[in-house]
C-alpha cells in the first residue's frame, strides 16, 4: 500500500521516466495537468504525515475516465496537501472550478437571512428540498490516509458534538459496525444509510479501508438533519425535506451547522478552512462551500427542450438522476441543483438554485399550456 | 534505518489499543492469531523498504471472512515481511501449513523423473491436467507495495528471459495494456488471459494499483506453458495440457521453470527462496512450492457421496469448481488439487495429485457399475 513513505524514498531509486504513470488512455482533470516535469518536481516530497504524490494520484492513474462525468482523479490526504502538492493541485482546482486562480479568496456566508425568498418553490412540482456539504476537523488526516485511532477519535468527538445538540437538533448516533437489523431497515427506508462505498473512484484511495470501523450515521429525532461520520469526508452534513421550502432547509442546514462548529473549537478541533480555499475537504471538487444545494423536480417537458443543456449551463446549475451522482432521472424527475462550489459563497449558491429553479417551474408550466418558452430563457448567470 | 516512515510514526502518536483493529467479526487466519500484545509489540517496524504491520494486515481487516475458505487475511510486501513480522507469520504459517514450525526446512524438487507413473490418468475421465506456481524476483517489492518502476523493471526482465526460450517452448508476450483486440479475443478462447482483480481480498491489499501498467501475459506458440506478469506475484507459470498425461504437463513444467531461473540469474536475478520457507510469495498460503497441481476430471457419482469429502482430506486433495477458486462445479467435474504447498517438495505433491486421482477415478467406475467402495478407503497420508 503506498501509506507508508520509506517506501516513497525507495522508489527515488528508479528514475522519473520509470515511475512516471502512462496517462495516455485518461481523461481526468489529474492527467490533464500531471506531466513528467511536474512528476519530477513533485515526487521526492510528503506532507508532515507522510502523504506523497503517489498517494494524490493513484486514483486518477487507476481510473481513467468515467463515463458521464470529467473525474478530479487526485484527492488530498490532509489540510498540507493542498500546500505541499500546489503545483499540481493549483492547475487542478482552476480547471475544475471555472478558472479560480491561486491568488483568489474565497467567500463564506452561512448566515441564511441573507437568502431573498425560496420558501415557495411549488411543491406540485418541486418534490423535496435538501442542502448538504462536508466538513473536515483539524488535526487530523483524512479519509484516504487516516488511521484507525485517528478516525475512532474522528468519531468520538462527532459522537459528542452531535449528542449535545438539542431542541430541533436532538438525534441519536447509528454506528454502523453495531447497528441492528431493525435500525439498518427504518434507516434503509427513509434513505439515510450509507454504505460501503463500491466506486472504484473511491476505493482506489483508500478511504474505504478498516470498514465499517469508525463509521456511522446520527440524525436528528425529526430526521429533517442528519450527519454522516467517516465516510468520503470526516463529516457531510446534510439537511432536508419533502416540498419546496429550501428556505427553511437552507435555516436548519447553518443554524445547526454553526451549533455543531462552536463544538467542536470548544474541543480546540475546528474546522479545516483558509481564505483561498474555503473549507478543505478530501476531493477537490468540494472545495470552498463544499455545499450541493438541490431539489427532486417535475421537468417531463422542459427537460425534453433542445435548450434544457443551455438554460442550466447559463443558470450555473447541474442535473443528476434521482438516485444521486451516476444515476439516470425516473419519470421526468430531476435532482437540480448549483454547479459551483468554490468562489461564490453558500447564500450565493443557495440563491441561484431557488432562483433558477423556480424560472424552470415557470418555463414547464409554459410548455404544458403548448406555449413557447424563447422569452425567458436567462443571460449567463 | 536509513529512512523514515512518516505515516507510520505519526499513528505512533496514539496507543495501541486506540489503532489496533476490531477483529470481533473476523474469521481469517490473521485475526485468529493477531492480539493486542503482538500488534503492539510489531506496530513501529517496518521493513527496508517501508512495509508495515497495516500493510501487512490491510487485506484481513478489510475482509472478515469467506464464505467456502478460510481465507489468510495477510500478505507480504516483500522477502523481508516474513522475518519482519515473523511473530506474526510464523503462527499464520503453522495455523495454515498443518503445524509448520518456524525450525521446519521444506525440500524442493523439481526433478521430472522423480514422479511415479502420471502418464495415463484415464482421459474419459480426466478432461485436462495443469500445473501452476508462482515466483518473486529477489530484489524487487512483491504486488501490494511495489512501484510503477519496479512493476516495469520485472516485467521488463521477464520479456528479455521468456523471449530467449527455444523449442517448444518457444513464444510470445502479449502486454495488457496493448492488447488488439483479436490477440484478446483469441486469449479468452485459449482460457489464457487474466482480468484486474475484482476479489477485494486481492484490491485491499493493493496488488491491482495502476492497473494494467507492466501486466501481461506470454505463452509458448504450442499453447501448453503460460507464465502471467505481475498478477498476484512476479511470475506465474502455468503447464497445461487437455487429457490425462500429467507426467508430460509436469515434465514441461520442471523443464520450463528451470530454463526460466537460469535466465534470470545469468541477468543477476535470483528467485526469492529460503530453505525454511522454499519459494516465497506475495500469499502466505502460497509458500514452499507455491504449486498447485490439479485435473478437470468427471465423479458426478462419487462427489454425492457421503464420504467424498474424508476421502479428499485422506488424499490430502481439495476440490474446487472449474472456474478456479470461489467456484462451484458444473455437471459433476471437479477441480481436483493438492492441499498442501509447504513442507512437501513438488515431486511429492504432484505424487499425491496422480496416485488420488488414479483412486478416485477408480471409485468413480465402482460406483457407476452400482457397488460400494467401502475396501477403497485410503488411509490418511
Not at chain 1, 207 to 224: E, L, Q, S, V, Y
Not at chain 2, 160 to 179: H, P, Q, T, V
Not at chain 2, 233 to 243: A, C, E, P, T, W
Not at chain 2, 296 to 319: A, T, Y
Request: charged share 30%; aromatic share 8%; proline share 4%.
Amino acid at each position: 500500500m503506498p501509506f507508508g513513505n520509506t517506501h516513497n524514498n525507495f522508489k527515488l531509486n528508479y528514475k522519473v521516466e520509470e515511475e512516471f504513470p502512462d496517462l495516455s488512455k485518461h481523461n481526468n482533470h489529474m492527467a490533464k495537468i500531471l506531466t513528467k516535469e511536474i512528476y519530477g518536481k513533485l515526487r521526492d516530497k510528503q506532507t508532515p504525515s507522510g502523504y506523497t504524490l503517489d498517494d494524490v494520484i493513484q486514483t486518477g492513474v487507476d481510473n481513467p475516465g468515467h463515463p458521464f462525468i470529467m473525474t478530479v482523479g487526485c484527492v488530498a490526504g490532509d489540510e498540507e496537501s493542498y500546500e505541499v502538492f500546489k503545483d499540481l493541485l493549483d492547475p487542478v482546482i482552476s480547471d475544475r472550478h471555472g478558472g479560480y486562480k491561486p491568488t483568489d479568496k474565497h467567500k463564506t456566508d452561512l448566515n441564511f437571512e441573507n437568502l431573498k425568498g425560496g420558501d415557495d418553490l411549488d411543491p406540485n412540482y418541486v418534490l423535496s428540498s435538501r442542502v448538504r456539504t462536508g466538513r473536515s476537523i483539524k488535526g487530523y488526516t483524512l479519509p484516504p490516509h487516516n488511521s484507525r485511532g485517528e478516525r475512532r477519535a474522528i468519531e468520538k468527538l462527532a459522537v459528542e458534538a452531535l449528542t449535545s445538540l438539542d431542541g430541533e437538533f436532538k438525534g441519536k448516533y447509528y454506528p454502523l459496525k453495531s447497528m441492528t437489523d431493525a435500525e439498518q431497515e427504518q434507516l434503509i427506508a427513509d434513505h439515510f444509510l450509507f454504505d460501503k462505498p463500491v466506486s472504484p473512484l473511491l476505493t482506489c484511495a483508500g478511504m474505504a479501508r478498516d470498514w465499517p470501523d469508525g463509521r456511522g450515521i446520527w440524525h436528528n429525532d425529526n430526521k429533517t438533519f442528519l450527519v454522516w461520520v467517516n465516510e468520503e469526508d470526516h463529516l457531510r452534513v446534510i439537511s432536508m425535506q419533502k416540498g419546496g421550502n429550501m428556505r427553511e432547509v437552507f435555516r436548519r442546514f447553518c443554524v445547526g451547522l454553526q451549533k455543531i462548529e462552536e463544538i467542536f473549537k470548544k474541543h480546540n478541533h475546528g474546522f479545516m478552512w483558509n481564505e483561498h480555499l474555503g473549507y478543505i475537504l478530501t476531493c477537490p471538487s468540494n472545495l470552498g462551500t463544499g455545499l450541493r444545494g438541490g431539489v427532486h423536480v417535475k421537468l417531463p417537458k422542459l427537460s425534453t427542450h433542445p435548450k434544457f443543456e443551455e438554460i442550466l449551463t447559463r443558470l450555473r446549475l447541474q442535473k443528476r438522476g434521482t438516485g444521486g451522482v451516476d444515476t439516470a432521472s425516473v419519470g421526468g424527475v430531476f435532482d437540480i441543483s448549483n454547479a459551483d462550489r468554490l468562489g461564490s459563497s453558500e447564500v450565493q449558491q443557495v440563491q441561484l438554485v431557488v432562483d433558477g429553479v423556480k424560472l424552470m417551474v415557470e418555463m414547464e408550466k409554459k410548455l404544458e399550456k403548448g406555449e413557447a418558452i424563447d422569452g425567458m430563457i436567462p443571460a449567463q448567470k | 534505518m536509513p529512512f523514515g516512515n512518516t505515516h507510520n510514526k505519526f499513528k505512533m502518536n496514539y496507543s495501541a489499543e486506540q489503532e489496533y483493529p476490531d477483529l470481533s467479526q473476523h474469521n481469517n487466519h490473521m485475526a485468529k492469531v493477531l492480539t493486542l500484545e503482538l500488534y503492539s509489540k510489531l506496530r513501529d517496524k517496518e521493513t527496508p523498504s517501508g512495509f508495515t504491520l497495516d500493510d501487512v494486515i490491510q487485506t484481513g481487516v478489510d475482509n472478515p471472512g469467506h464464505p467456502f475458505i478460510m481465507t489468510v487475511g495477510c500478505v507480504a510486501g516483500d522477502e523481508e515481511t516474513y522475518d519482519v513480522f515473523k511473530d506474526l507469520m510464523d503462527p499464520v504459517i503453522e495455523d495454515r501449513h498443518g503445524g509448520y514450525k518456524p525450525s521446519d526446512k521444506h525440500k524442493t524438487d523439481l526433478n521430472a523423473e522423480n514422479l511415479q507413473g502420471g502418464d495415463d490418468l484415464d482421459p474419459n475421465y480426466v478432461l485436462s491436467s495443469r500445473v501452476r506456481t508462482g515466483r518473486s524476483i529477489r530484489g524487487f517489492c512483491l504486488p501490494p507495495h511495489c512501484s510503477r518502476g519496479e512493476r516495469r523493471a520485472i516485467e521488463q526482465l521477464s520479456i528479455e528471459a521468456l523471449d530467449s526460450l527455444e523449442g517448444d517452448l518457444k513464444g510470445k508476450y502479449y502486454a495488457l495494456k496493448n492488447m488488439t483486440e483479436e490477440e484478446q479475443q483469441q486469449l479468452i478462447d485459449d482460457h489464457f488471459l487474466f482480468d484486474k482483480p475484482v476479489s477485494p481480498l486481492l484490491l485491499a491489499s493493493g496488488m491491482a494499483r495502476d492497473w494494467p501498467d507492466a501486466r501481461g501475459i506470454w505463452h509458448n506458440d504450442n499453447k501448453t506453458f503460460l507464465v502471467w506478469v505481475n498478477e498476484e506475484d512476479h511470475l506465474r507459470v502455468i503447464s497445461m495440457q487437455k487429457g490425462g498425461n500429467m507426467r508430460e504437463v509436469f515434465t514441461r513444467f520442471c523443464t520450463g521453470l528451470t530454463k526460466i531461473e537460469d535466465l534470470f540469474k545469468n541477468r543477476g536475478h535470483e528467485f526469492m527462496w529460503n530453505e525454511h520457507l522454499g519459494y516465497v510469495l506475495t500469499c502466505p498460503s502460497n509458500l514452499g512450492t507455491g504449486l498447485r497441481a490439479g485435473v478437470h476430471v468427471k465423479l458426478p457419482n462419487l462427489s454425492k457421496h457421503e464420504k467424498f469429502g474424508d476421502i479428499l482430506k485422506r488424499l490430502r486433495l481439495q476440490k474446487r469448481g472449474t472456474g478456479g477458486v470461489d467456484t462451484a462445479a458444473v455437471g459433476g467435474v471437479f477441480d481436483i488439487s493438492n492441499a498442501d504447498r509447504l513442507g512437501f517438495s513438488e515431486v511429492e505433491l504432484v505424487q499425491m495429485v496422480v496416485d488420488g486421482v488414479n483412486l478416485l477415478v477408480n471409485m468413480e467406475k465402482r460406483l457407476e457399475g452400482g457397488e460400494d467402495i467401502e475396501d477403497m478407503m485410503p488411509e490418511q497420508k
